[in-house]
């Protein structure tokens, strides 16, 4: 069972949430508010497991209330404006549900949540199976989806401003992440990646050819910057 809260200063929106939680059954509506400060005020003595949260609301919008959130709890965002999609993957959220949603639309960002504490193990420690993904993979959140990329599948990795590009074989196109280039570096192994470039880390298995300053994977020229050019060679000497 998932603790979650609902939290929408429209009456009708709330009820209607609440009777799509009741017909979920592994959902237990543990508190409902109308406004985000009441419920900031409760939320550090309770757990709650998933936050249905509406954004535009007086006093204290929902963006500004999931920033303070810890890491347990999942966001599920329920509002009827767009624009504030990539804001909310900003701050993490586990879905981004428009109004007005279905019940199956509600069904789904629902699952993704218990799909998430299944795989972490709930409260934020890693289960013994998600331990064994994360030696072969890593997670990343790509259009709303949490998706398992396997290290051996990566070409190479590159940075966009606040977007990463995934570029994995057989794939027509790479997965794009909104992520820095930086923390995706600290999430990688350092015996199978490396970074050569501000804007590029490459899979070291997957170097075809190297031409001075110039890394050959598949059909792309990957540049050495001058920073990391002195690490490469001492890594490639190295075998």
């Known amino acids: 069972m998932l603790n979650c809260w609902i ?38 003595e309770e757990k709650v497991d998933v936050l249905f949260l509406d ?7 929902g963006m500004e209330f999931a920033r303070i959130l810890g890491d347990h709890t ?15 993957y900003k701050v993490n959220a586990m879905d981004y549900l428009l109004k007005p949603f279905s019940f199956s639309d509600f069904l789904v960002a629902a699952k993704k949540a218990l799909s998430w504490f299944e795989m972490t193990g709930g409260g934020g420690q890693k289960s013994s199976a998600a331990t064994e993904q994360e ?8 259009e709303y989806k949490l998706l398992h990329v396997l290290y051996d599948e990566i070409l190479y990795i590159e940075g966009l401003k606040d977007y990463v590009k995934i570029h994995v074989e057989n794939e027509p196109k790479p ?24 804007s590029y880390i490459i899979h070291k298995n997957k170097i ?6 110039r890394i050959s994977i598949g059909k792309k020229q990957v540049p050495v910057g001058e920073t ?12």
């Open 175 to 198: 997965i794009l992440s909104l992520m820095s280039l930086k923390a995706l570096e600290e999430m990688l192994p350092g015996e199978r990646f490396l970074r050569v470039h501000r």
């Open 228 to 239: 990391y050019r002195k690490q490469f060679r001492e890594i490639i000497e190295k075998g």
């Open 74 to 88: 999942r966001v599920i965002f329920t509002t009827a404006f767009s624009e504030y999609a990539v804001e909310g």
């Open 55 to 61: 954004i535009q609301m007086p006093e204290v919008n």
């Open 7 to 44: 939290v929408d200063d429209e009456p009708l929106a709330l009820s209607l949430l609440e009777s799509y939680v009741q017909r979920v059954p592994f959902l237990e509506l543990t508190g409902k508010y109308s406004n985000a400060l009441s419920a900031m005020k409760n939320i550090t």
């Open 135 to 142: 030696k072969v993979g890593i997670f990343v959140k790509s």
């Open 208 to 213: 075809s050819s190297i031409n001075k300053n």
